[in-house]
């Protein structure tokens, strides 16, 4: 059976449609007299239209209407997480800036009178530390003008 | 109905559900569900997990249909984001073997599935589907699948796969050699006329 055992490679390889029994060409001409080589293309298609008719017919257990179910309340689950992710961050933001808001003046109160200490934080030089220092018996009066960028300091004995 | 009828048809519920008109969604998910799942079985070769992973696509088509253009067609789409949910189930189960023992541990339990199997295509379908997924690679499986059995051309399947329809043609002829290598030897007779 030389003949058959060349044909054996083009049986593994070949379309389906050339392995049908009406096929024609050299192969087809084999198949039509060889009863081995029929067999077992036979086989064969019939093995493939088995595995067909077998996922085919696999269905999903769970109804498409359950699922669809299923796959809304799973959709709406993770919007809710998502809602959380971005809220969480954002209220610890807005927490940490009103904390931060109404710390207490970074101006260090030690080493400066009182009134050294107004005068800073009214020329908004919190925390740069202050630009004057009054005398101990000396007391001061900030004044405020029209033009934002000057303000009058008086130092008075 | 054509595929073309089915293509225009999609294409009007996939422009209804993105205008976010009520049930259009629903009603794309419902025609191609039992697709879902088939495309999602073959990728993991278990029918629970298969499950799981429809339920995955599902998700995503609720969140990412509104972001679908129409550069690639809605089967194409879709199968992609099937791959990817079956990708992503395959890195936190553990993956490609463990399916493949379940299905031949399921061959041997009293369990819903392989009874659907005998009943339906006997125990030649089983045998056959069982050398379907022990003996063929994941992406083998989905050639063979997508050309042999669901009759996609192979520039379709190309599309689908991401990959060249050379590639899909090599793919198809590995996958029937070593399928139909299997059945011969399932059949000793049938091959020793042949040695």
Redesign the interface.
């Known amino acids: 059976m030389t003949d058959c055992t060349t044909q054996r490679d083009w049986i593994l390889e070949a379309d389906p449609e050339a392995l049908k029994l009406n096929a024609s060409g050299e192969h087809g001409d084999h198949l039509a007299k060889c009863p081995e080589c029929r067999a077992l293309v036979d086989e064969i298609l019939g093995a493939q239209a088995a595995l067909r008719e077998t996922l085919d017919s696999v269905a999903p257990a769970l109804d498409v209407e359950a699922a669809l179910v299923r796959a809304r309340e799973a959709r709406r689950a993770t919007q809710r997480r998502t809602r959380w992710q971005v809220a969480l961050p954002l209220a610890a933001a807005t927490l940490g800036g009103v904390l931060l808001m109404n710390r207490p003046s970074p101006v260090p109160v030690s080493g400066f009178d009182p009134a050294t200490v107004r005068a800073a934080a009214a020329l908004g030089l919190a925390g740069a530390g202050p630009l004057v220092r009054a005398e101990s018996h000396q007391r001061v009066a900030v004044l405020p003008t029209e033009n934002p960028n000057i303000t009058v300091i008086w130092f008075m004995e | 109905m054509s595929g073309s009828e089915t293509s225009s048809s999609d294409d009007l519920l996939i422009r209804r559900a993105q205008k976010g008109e009520p049930g259009a969604l ?1 009603d794309l ?2 025609r191609h ?2 697709l879902i ?2 495309w999602a ?2 990728k993991t070769g278990d ?1 629970d997990d ?2 799981d992973v ?2 995955r696509v ?2 995503q ?3 990412k249909l509104g972001s679908f253009r129409g550069r690639s067609s809605f089967k194409s789409w879709l199968h992609r984001i099937t791959s990817n949910a079956a990708g992503e189930f395959h890195r936190r189960q553990g993956a490609r073997e463990k399916a493949v023992s379940k299905w031949d541990e399921k061959q041997g339990r009293e369990s ?2 392989p009874e ?2 005998r009943r ?3 125990s ?6 069982r050398a ?1 997924f022990s003996e063929l690679p994941e992406r083998l499986r989905e050639v063979f ?1 997508l050309v ?2 669901q009759g996609y051309t192979a520039t379709e399947a190309a599309e689908m796969l991401v990959m060249s329809p050379s590639t899909v043609r090599v793919h198809l ?1 590995r996958a ?2 070593t ?3 299997r ?2 030897e399932q ?1 000793p007779a ?1 091959a020793e ?2 040695s």
């Open positions: 629903e998910i419902r569900y039992g799942h088939r079985l073959v029918a298969a499950e429809t339920q599902l998700i088509l609720f969140k819903a599935e659907v199997l339906i295509g006997g030649e379908a089983v045998e056959v589907a379907f699948d042999e059995l002829l029937r050699r399928l139909r290598t059945i011969m059949h049938l006329d042949f």
